[in-house]
Every structure is written in structure tokens, then in C-alpha cells.
């Protein structure tokens, strides 16, 4: 009898609070926010270093995407290890950070770099450190109601948020990218074409009339390119064709 008496003192004195006290949380810690967020970060990055150290093949991932993430919408500057071409340096900034890739973007395109290629990743000299946040974010003050109520719908429609909120795989980001015209290197050779779509295990690419696949586990960098690219790699293979077939006419006479 004396438990049910105090939880029913207990709900009174609930219902008795003033409205604007009782529709907000208890404080995250007993010190300041700043210090909070600060505390918040370091443990972050300890359960990191103590996740790699019992995982050793976890190690390489889970710290590029740490490093990536700390670094978005930074300039970044890559280096990837690809057997046709030696090392290949790679520099732009963090666009977006996935379960098994990074994508870089500059002036000019887009570029997707797998985990698995990089060698090493750092800032550039001279760039600083962080980011203006106020360049790349549009504020929206209805965000926060859209996101508790419509959670699903608001995240789909924008890009950043997709990204902030889930971790895409290569095939799924790639996959989002169809239509676009795009060159894959692979350790043997370089591909360029029209995203088609992608599956569990292969990107399909067409180029005119044909339909490319390159299994994903051998994609080792993608990029997208210019009108005038494109339009110059189409010339150079027609007049390779055409060179092909004037010297096989030559052979026959």
C-alpha cells in the first residue's frame, strides 16, 4: 500500500510541472555541452582503436571512415594503389562516406574511391582544417519536424541527408548514379560508358549498342567526365575502328 501511495503522490506532482518543464529531457551528462561533445568524441575514437585492435582486418576501414567523416566537405588528398598505372594521387573534397567507398568531387566530376585501393589519405599543405559548414547546407527550419514525422520521405529526397543518415555500399551509391557517363579502372584495363545498373556483384555499363559488366570486386576507381571527354573518347574509338578496318581492306588486296 505504501508503493502504490508514493507513485501516486509521484504522478500528481508530474501532472503539477509547468508545461515547458516537463516536455524536455534531462541534461545528456552533469557538465557543459561543450565539455560534453569534447567527451563525447574522444570516447568515440577510443571504442574505435580498441575495435581495431582486437579486429585486426577491420582496422583499415573503420579508420578511413573515421578520418573521412571528421573530414567532410574538406579537401582531401588520396593515394591508391592501382597495378596498371603504380600509385594514383587523387585529390577533392568529401562528398560522400560508405560502407566501402569514399567519393571525392572537384570542378569537374565526381570520382568514387573503394577503401580497399587506398594506400594512404591526408590533407593537402597549406588547406585548413575544417570546414564552412554555411557553404554546403541550406538551413531549413522546418527540418527537425519533417524529419520526427516524416522521417523516411524527407531523408530520401536529399542527397545529404541519405548520406548522413546510412552508410551505402559502392554498388547501391553507383546504382543511384544511372544515366551517367562514367570511366571504371580496373587493374587490367580502362572502361567507360553509360550506368546501367548494378547488381550483388556486377556494375553494367552500356556504350552505343553494347552492354559492359565489371564485377564490382575488380572496380579499383570511377569517374565521371565532361561533354568534351566524352565526345573525344567516342572519336578516338570510331577512328580506331575505321583504322582497323582500312588496314584489314589493305591486307586483303
Known amino acids: ?32 555541452e561543450e565539455e560534453t561533445r569534447i567527451l563525447t568524441e574522444y570516447n568515440d575514437q577510443r571504442n574505435m582503436f ?36 603504380g600509385t594514383l594521387t587523387t ?11 569514399v567519393m571525392l568531387t572537384d570542378l569537374q566530376k565526381r570520382i568514387w574511391i573503394p577503401y580497399a585501393v587506398i594506400e594512404t589519405a591526408n590533407i593537402p599543405f597549406g588547406f585548413p582544417t575544417y570546414s564552412n559548414s554555411h557553404q554546403h547546407h541550406i538551413y531549413d527550419n522546418q527540418l527537425r519536424r519533417k524529419l520526427m514525422l516524416n522521417f523516411g520521405e524527407t531523408v ?51 556504350r552505343f549498342n553494347a552492354e559492359l559488366s565489371i564485377p564490382l570486386k575488380d572496380v ?15 572519336l578516338h574509338i570510331m577512328f580506331s575502328v575505321f583504322h582497323e578496318k582500312l588496314k584489314g581492306g589493305r591486307k586483303d588486296g
Open 1 to 32: 500500500m505504501k508503493e502504490e501511495y508514493k507513485s501516486v503522490e509521484t504522478e500528481k506532482k508530474i501532472m503539477e510541472l509547468p508545461k515547458e518543464v516537463s516536455s524536455f529531457s534531462s541534461p545528456t551528462s552533469a557538465v557543459s
Open 50 to 85: 580498441k575495435i581495431i585492435n582486437l579486429h585486426e582486418p577491420h582496422r583499415k576501414t573503420l579508420t578511413l571512415k573515421k578520418f573521412f567523416k571528421v573530414k567532410r566537405n574538406q579537401q582531401v588528398v588520396i593515394s591508391s594503389v592501382i597495378e596498371k598505372d
Open 91 to 101: 585529390e577533392g573534397k568529401v562528398a560522400a562516406i560508405g560502407r566501402d567507398f
Open 156 to 206: 530520401t529526397k536529399r542527397e545529404a541527408l541519405v548520406q548522413q543518415f546510412f552508410e551505402e555500399s559502392l554498388r547501391t551509391n553507383l546504382h543511384s548514379w544511372k544515366g551517367t557517363w562514367v570511366e571504371v579502372v580496373t587493374n587490367e584495363q580502362l572502361i567507360f560508358g553509360n550506368i546501367l545498373k548494378t547488381t550483388n556483384k556486377e556494375l553494367f555499363l552500356k
Open 220 to 234: 579499383r576507381f570511377v569517374s565521371t567526365f565532361r561533354l568534351f571527354s566524352l565526345c573525344r573518347k567516342m
